[in-house]
Nanobody, 124 residues
Framework: QVQLVESGGGLVQAGGSLRLSCAAS????????MAWFRQAPGKAREFVAG????????NYAESVKGRFTISRDNAKNALYLQMNALKPEDTAVYYCAIAPSGAWGPKAQQYDYWGQGTQVTVSS
């Protein structure tokens, strides 16, 4: 079965950086997309960034463009999110997700599998 395990979250001061990782296993799809979403307390889950696994095309939320970079390592079946210039409003639980359809857009319903999430807290 598909499993996604996130890691790399933590507490960081505003302006700092973190790198999130997502280890994927049980993948049997020939093509798929992956993405990072986040959910802050009391708010809806929101799209952060997505990537098409085969081609490497990427997509970002406006709020993180220029600060976050999504990437993948095909050999390791790993997804990453490099987060720079972090702001207190980036505080949230970050989830990785996979879409067997190959989608890498912002609609959460396109993603069939989700990890448990990793907490990112940015202090001011």
């Amino acid at each position: 079965q598909v499993q996604l395990v996130e890691s790399g979250g933590g507490l960081v001061q505003a302006g700092g950086s973190l790198r999130l990782s997502c280890a994927a296993s049980g993948l049997t799809f020939s093509t798929y997309g992956m993405a990072w979403f986040r959910q802050a307390p009391g708010k809806a889950r929101e799209f952060v960034a997505g990537i098409n696994w085969n081609v490497g095309c990427t997509n970002y939320a406006e709020s993180v463009k220029g600060r976050f970079t999504i990437s993948r390592d095909n050999a390791k079946n790993a997804l990453y999110l490099q987060m720079n210039a972090l702001k207190p409003e980036d505080t949230a639980v970050y989830y990785c997700a996979i879409a067997p359809s190959g989608a890498w857009g912002p609609k959460a319903q396109q993603y069939d599998y989700w990890g448990q999430g990793t907490q990112v807290t940015v202090s001011s």
